[in-house]
C-alpha cells in the first residue's frame, strides 16, 4: 500500500522545553527495582506469582525475591509486567498524510515528528521495524530520547513496478533507494546508461542492504491499484536469486502480497513473510481460481513455514478516514497532536479524504458517505478475515504488524493504529494469549533478536511494561499501562500522552 520505497533523511526536533524536562526526570536513575509484580512472557505466557525485577543498565540483571535495593523502586503490588511490544511492519519517515511543504506548517510538523516516537511508545511498542528504511534515518530515529527502537528492512524492486513506478521512469534510478533495485532481465532496455546491472545482482543488492544494518529483505509482488495499473512484477526465478543470497547473509525476506497471486508467487519462490493478509481472491489470476482454493494455500503455507501479517486494519483504517467522528475518539486524542488533528480536519487536510470520496456516489451527508465505504471494504474484509481464521486453525505463523501508516492516512497514525490491529486478531477468533506471544516472543524470533527482547528474562534489553491488568484475560489490559520502561528507564506513561 505504501507509496515509497525508500526514506529519505529527515531532522527530527527535541520536545518541547517543559515535556523534555519532565522526561529526563523521568528516566535519571541507573538503576531500577520492581517488586511484587506478576510477570507474563514466553510463548505460553501465564501470570507468574509477585516477583521482584532488577534492571541495571539497560538490562535485567535478576528475578527473584527480596532482591534488595536499588537506585529507583517501583512497588508494582497487584501489576503485570510484560515485554514490550513489537511491531514488525511500520513507515516512519513522514507525518501521515501531510504533503507539501508550506512554511506556516513548520511548527506543527515538528510537533508531530517530535511525537510519533512518543505515540509508539505510549500504545506500549518499545520496538519497531521499518520495513522501507534507510540506516541514516533510522539512526536519526533511535538518537531521540523516548521511543521505540527502530530497525530496518532493505526495499528490494524491479524498474517500472511497485513502488518505484511512483517516482517516475528516470526519477527511479535517481533516488538513494535505488541501490537496491535489481537488473530485471524481463526489462532489458529500460535502465539508464550508468546503470551497471552486475551492481543490481541479488548477490549485490542483499551485499549492500547486509553492509548498511538492514535486519531483513523487503520484496513485492503487486500488479497495482487506482491509476497505476498492470505493474511488472519479478520473476520466480529472480525472486528465488534473491532468497538464496538473503539466507546466505541470515536476512529474512518480506513480501509485499496481498492478493491470491501474490500468496502463490509466496509458495514458489519461498520468502519468509507475507506482509499483508489476503485482500483479493481473484486479482490477478486465472478465472478458474477461486476462493475454494484458498484453503489449500492456507495449508501450502504452513508446509511451507511462509509467516503471514493479516494487517486487517489496514483496511479498517482506509474507510475510518471518512468516519466524521474519527477526531471524537479519546485515544486519538493521545496518539495526535492537537495541532496537526486541527489540520487534518481543514481544506488542505481532507485531500485524501476528496480523493477516496471521488469512488462513491454522491452522498447527502458524511454519514451516508461512510456508510457506503463501509459497505465497499466488506468484500475484503470478510476475505481477509476468513483467511487468517483459516491460518489460525491450520497452525500457521501469524506475525504480527501494523503497517503504520499504509499510505496518506491520518487514521493509520503511529501506536494507535498497532493497538486497533490487536482488536482486529481477536475478532478472527486469535486469543489473547496467541496475540501477545505474537507481539512479543514472535517477533523477537522473526527479526532473529529473541536473545535480546521480546521475553522478561535475565539478561535480555529491559524494554518493558508495567500494567495495571493482566493482557491475557482482556485486551483492554494494554490501555492500562502505567510505566513504559525503555533501556532500562522508567517513563510514566502519560508523559508520552500527545496531550502533554
Known sequence: MRHSFMSTKSRFVSLSVLSLLMATAAVQAESLLIRNVSIVSGDNPQASTAQDVLINNGKIQAIGTRLGQADRQIDARGKYLIPGLIDSHVHLDGVPGYKGHDAKDELMLQQAKAQMPRSYAYFGFTTVLDLTGDANFIANWNSLPLGPKAYFCAPVVIPNGYPAVFFGKEGQFQLKGSQFMLYDPAQPDVYPASF????????????????????????????????????????????????????????????????????????????????????????????????????????????????????????????????????????????????????????????????LAGNFAPAQNPAQLYQQIKQAYQHPLNTVKKMTADLKQRGALLQFGSDTPSGPFYSQFPGINGRWEMDRWLETGLSLSQLFSAMTSGNAKALGMDHQIGLVAVGLDADLLLLNSNPLQDVRAYDEIEWVILKGKAVERSLLSATQ
Not at 243 to 255: C, D, G, N
Not at 290 to 310: C, E, T, Y
Not at 338 to 344: A, C, D, R, V
Open 196 to 355: 551497471n546491472k552486475e551492481e543490481h545482482s541479488p548477490e549485490a543488492v542483499v551485499a549492500i542492504a547486509k553492509q548498511q544494518g538492514a535486519r531483513c529483505i523487503k520484496v513485492f509482488y503487486e500488479t497495482g491499484f487506482g491509476a497505476q495499473r498492470n505493474l511488472p512484477v519479478p520473476s520466480v526465478t529472480l525472486m528465488k536469486a534473491v532468497v538464496a543470497q538473503a539466507k546466505q547473509q541470515s536476512l529474512p525476506v518480506f513480501l509485499h502480497g496481498n492478493s491470491q497471486a501474490a500468496y502463490e508467487f509466496a509458495l514458489d519462490s519461498g520468502v519468509n513473510t507475507l506482509v499483508h493478509g489476503l485482500w483479493h481472491t481473484h486479482k490477478g489470476v486465472e478465472p478458474q481460481h477461486n476462493h475454494s482454493k484458498l484453503d489449500q494455500i492456507a495449508d501450502q503455507l504452513v508446509k511451507a513455514g511462509i509467516a503471514v501479517q493479516p494487517t486487517i486494519q489496514v483496511l479498517y483504517g482506509e474507510q475510518e478516514l471518512l468516519n466524521p467522528a474519527f477526531f471524537q475518539n479519546p485515544q486519538v486524542q493521545h496518539a495526535i497532536p492537537q495541532s496537526l488533528i486541527q489540520w487534518y480536519q481543514t481544506e488542505a487536510g481532507q485531500w485524501m479524504n476528496k480523493e
